[in-house]
């Protein structure tokens, strides 16, 4: 069974700094492209950031621009997401998900597969 695995959660205070990892299997890397989504308690799930199977061009919701930063290094299999600046409201279980061909970037259901999420939690 296909597995993404996340990394990288803890407890930050408000303006600090957390990096999160994910792993994908190398095909899937190399063909889907992978998005970020977080979920509050009592929210829906949101899409924070995706970045293009093809060229590797990362986007980014309008709550996270110019904070977080997603990459990836497909000699090791891993996708993160450096996330700074962080506040409160951004606390919440982050996912990654890999979508065949997104339409909708930060839309959870066009992506087929995901990980079991890291909790983040800002808070002072």
């Known amino acids: 069974q296909l597995q993404l695995v996340e990394s990288g959660g803890g407890l930050v205070q408000p303006g600090g700094s957390l990096r999160l990892s994910c792993v994908v299997p190398?095909?899937?890397?190399?063909?889907?492209?992978i998005g970020w989504f977080r979920q509050a308690p009592g929210k829906e799930r949101e899409g924070v950031s995706c970045?293009?199977?093809?060229?590797?061009?990362?986007y980014y919701a309008d709550s996270v621009n110019d904070r977080f930063t997603s990459s990836r290094d497909r000699a090791k299999n891993t996708v993160y997401l450096q996330m700074k600046s962080l506040k409160p409201e951004d606390t919440g279980v982050y996912f990654c998900?890999?979508?065949?061909?997104?339409?909708?970037?930060?839309?959870?259901?066009?992506?087929?597969?995901w990980g079991q999420g890291t909790q983040v939690t800002v808070s002072s």
């Open positions: 190398g095909f899937i890397l190399a063909n889907y492209a």
């Open positions: 998900a890999a979508g065949s061909n997104p339409v909708l970037l930060f839309s959870p259901g066009e992506y087929e597969y």
């Open positions: 970045i293009s199977a093809s060229d590797g061009i990362a």
